[in-house]
Structures are given as C-alpha cells and as structure tokens.
C-alpha cells in the first residue's frame, strides 16, 4: 500500500553448492538483540 517494494532473499543457489545456515533466523536476532542490549549497557557502542 506505501509503495515499498517487498525484498525477499533467496538462498537457492547457494544451497545447490551446498550452503546452509548454520543458525537459525530467530535464534539469531535473539542472539544479536542480547548483544547489542549487552554492549550499550558496557558502552562499547551507542546509539
């Protein structure tokens, strides 16, 4: 409706060359999303 056109990632190719993810999308923006909460509150990075 915004006009925003939709961006999908397609990983085909690269699993025909045998490539897959070794960590799972969720487990992984769980893991990002604790790092980032972790390093603001040390001050190794900011917003």
Same mark, same amino acid.
Request: hydrophobic share 45%.
């Given at each position: ?12 190719? #690269? ?6 993810? @070794?960590? &799972? =999308?969720? %487990? +992984? #923006? ?6 980032? @909460?972790? &390093? =603001?509150? %040390? +001050?190794?990075?900011?917003?």
């Amino acid at each position: 409706p915004d006009g925003m056109p939709r961006k999908v990632l397609d990983v085909s190719k #690269l699993e025909a060359l045998g490539w897959t993810a @070794r960590i &799972a =999308l969720a %487990e +992984g #923006l769980v893991s990002t999303y604790d790092w980032y @909460r972790n &390093a =603001l509150e %040390e +001050g190794t990075v900011r917003l």
